[in-house]
């Protein structure tokens, strides 16, 4: 989940915020104000919180490849290039600043904060009457932005995080760039936040991915098949039908044998049309490809349309459009749906005689909005299109991003967003050697009842013979299948053991590994569980990873060295990139199953200890995202204590996770 200013005291503080407000310019006149329009509502809540500062950073355009650009043609022209000349216009922020002022009015004072730079700006800020709203120069004209060595991001995202106690994130258009004011800022601030306008993209956009509500209907459209593959395969899972539209459905015309006549095809991603229609036949999902078209001679606005009554286009022709058929067939799928997302326009709409067919599916959309259906359009040309078409607001959302929107549909992490991400509460359920297929499946049936308004994250791990029973009943549910343990190697001669193969074979998505009784019983070492550890993220599962003490250990002062080499051992050559899958389960083996629990304090501070560990093989961002879960005889009246304190992010409840009497309440503390 992410955290957002309204979770946060504002009163007092001093903002940073990261807006995107690379609107395009012309001549230092602002030409479309959508980005800085939709930054307004988290301007205004945060003046009205009583903030006492409020900064705004912003890059505008790509100013050093620009000039770069231009200075490259004036010299092919043989002209002068006068640099400073150059960037006056076109990426100073001061005329952006002053746009944000007519629109806020009387509602704040906007001031520029100068033209040399982001740095040093302290005095300044902080020399500002409370309320006042300072707009930094764009970015971008430090070369430290865009960096990428980490180092060189820090230096400008310690300078930027020294104006702000808080950090707000509300670039969603710029979420997908790991940069110094847009990621890195946050290791040098205590919080970071999501805008209003960032938690609503990512409201709209993120559950397409996870849970949206079905039948999911995607229409993606735009010229290349390469661009949007990914997004393809990630929408295969949820979305009952595909609507391919735009250039790209030649390609996968082609794909099937059919004639595409001149229209522009990728002959090298045939293969990947051909691999995404197949993936869909065995997922399931309908594939709605244009069955006639508009077609004409050349590829200009000034061309005829021509129509085309047929799925295959004759020789001498472009395909510029969807037909009136294709239309027909839209109508029908759109029909079905409770969610649509639409991502590329379905013809050459720039072009008047081609437009036709994006602006009838922009109607079609808007019409099903008014039904109760969720419409959400992401990617820039078929916000361009919409808004062209004057639809914008009759959809439930039109994304500001266009890149970030496309990312976030690919199911891709995106630096901005994480970096607002507050840690999960996990509560999971280990069920042990208890409970006959037939028993867990009834507790698994009872959960998905009790849990079903639960607000934090839950897992059951039932024994192996009772896994394919219990994925069944929670299948669709908010409750995640486990297991709890797993082989070290792949397959093989391994009696008795259960290999990630199997249980990936079985819909697990969580292993727990390094469980005190798998340590002690069965004798696992430091060197096993970290093998355990990368086999299990290698096939892609999420890992809780066990440590802690034993009572001999706690009495003899080796707490700290204890549950040091066990973290760091069981993660040993596990790369940041991987991290976000893996959870510490910390459970001082004197209390599982014993009736003896930790006091809040005392695993609090062993919580904080794991954190600073991870801190120092992962960094601080890395440190302050990691869940770590308590384990050892949780039970009903001890849960929300411990759940209360700072680094303790949720349960691995081993007894009282075996009745729905006594697992609910705690799920739910
Ligand atoms: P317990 O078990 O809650 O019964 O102490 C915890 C665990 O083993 O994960």
Excluded at 158 to 164: C, D, R
Excluded at 180 to 209: C, D, Q, R
Excluded at 594 to 611: C, D, L, M, V, Y
């Amino acid at each position: 989940m992410i955290k957002t200013v309204k979770s946060v005291d504002l009163k007092d503080k001093r903002i940073i915020m990261r807006v995107d407000f690379n609107v395009p310019m012309k001549d230092g006149v602002v030409q479309d104000d959508t980005r800085i329009v939709a930054a307004i509502p988290t301007i205004k809540y945060i003046l009205a919180q009583g903030a006492k500062t409020l900064t705004l950073m912003s890059h505008l355009g790509d100013p050093a490849k620009d000039a770069e650009k231009a200075k490259a043609k004036a010299e092919k022209d043989g002209k002068p290039f006068d640099y400073d000349k150059y960037i006056a216009g076109k990426h100073r922020m001061a005329p952006v600043a002053a746009y944000l002022q007519k629109k806020l009015g009387k509602h704040a004072t906007v001031v520029f904060a100068g033209e040399d730079g982001c740095k040093g700006k302290k005095a300044f800020i902080d020399g500002q009457p409370p309320g006042t709203v300072i707009m930094l120069e764009n970015t971008r004209f430090h070369k430290e932005e865009t960096s990428k060595d980490p180092k060189e991001l820090d230096k400008l995202a310690k300078a930027l995080a020294e104006y702000g106690d808080i950090f707000v994130n509300d670039a969603f258009g710029t979420a997908h760039r790991d940069q110094a004011s847009t990621a890195s800022i946050a290791k040098f601030v205590p919080v970071s936040v999501a805008g209003l306008l960032m938690e609503k993209e990512v409201n709209y956009l993120e559950p397409i991915v996870t849970s949206p509500k079905k039948p999911l209907v995607a229409i993606i459209g735009g010229a290349k098949v390469s661009s949007k593959i990914a997004v393809l395969e990630s929408l295969l899972k949820n979305a009952s039908a595909l609507v391919i539209g735009g250039a790209m459905a030649y390609t996968f015309l082609k794909a099937q044998g059919k004639k595409t006549g001149k229209s522009m095809v990728e002959d090298d991603q045939i293969e990947t049309a051909n691999k995404i229609l197949a993936a869909a036949e065995k997922a399931g999902v309908e594939i709605v490809l244009p069955v006639d078209h508009v077609g004409a001679e050349k590829f200009d606005a000034a061309s005829k349309p021509v129509k085309i009554d047929n799925v295959n286009i004759p020789d001498n022709l472009i395909g510029m459009d969807i037909g009136s058929k294709t239309l027909e067939k839209y109508k029908k799928v759109l029909a079905t749906a409770k969610t649509i997302v639409w991502n590329g326009p379905v013809g050459v709409f720039e072009f008047d005689a081609f437009a036709k067919g994006t602006e009838e599916v922009a109607k079609l959309v808007a019409e099903t909005t008014s039904k109760g259906v969720i419409t959400v359009v992401g990617g820039g040309d078929s916000v361009a299109a919409v808004n062209k078409f004057g639809l914008a607001s009759k959809m439930s959302h039109v994304s500001t991003g266009g890149g970030a929107s496309l990312e976030l549909l690919e199911g891709k992490k995106l630096p901005g967003i994480e970096v607002t991400r507050a840690r999960d509460c996990y509560i999971a359920g280990n069920w042990k050697m208890h409970m006959t297929r037939s028993e867990s499946a009834a507790l698994a049936k009872d959960l998905v009842k009790s849990l079903k308004s639960g607000k934090h994250k839950y897992m059951v791990a039932p024994s192996f013979t009772a896994i394919e029973a219990v994925g069944e009943v929670i299948a669709g549910s908010n409750i995640i299948l486990g297991a709890q343990n797993c082989a070290a190697e792949e397959e093989g001669a391994h009696t008795g053991e259960v290999s990630v193969l199997q249980l990936k074979d079985l819909g697990v998505r969580t292993i727990i590994i390094g469980h005190s009784e798998r340590r002690h019983a069965y004798k696992e070492d430091d060197e096993l569980i970290n093998k355990k550890v990368k086999l299990a993220l290698k096939h892609g599962f999420d890992v809780i990873l066990c440590v802690g003490e034993t009572l001999e250990e706690r009495e003899k002062g080796k707490l700290w060295a204890v549950c040091k080499r066990q973290t760091e051992k069981g993660l040993a050559d596990v790369c940041e990139c991987e991290l976000s899958k893996v959870s510490i389960a910390y459970e001082p083996v004197w209390a599982i199953g014993t009736g003896k629990t930790a006091s809040p304090e005392n695993a609090q501070a062993a919580h904080k200890f794991i954190r600073g560990v991870i801190a120092k093989l992962y960094g601080e961002l890395a440190a302050k995202h990691i869940v770590i879960q308590y384990g050892g005889s949780v039970k009903p009246d001890n849960a929300a204590q411990l759940m209360a304190m700072e680094d303790i992010d949720g349960a691995l409840v081993g007894g009282a996770s075996l009745k729905a009497a006594t697992f609910t309440p705690i799920a739910k503390f």
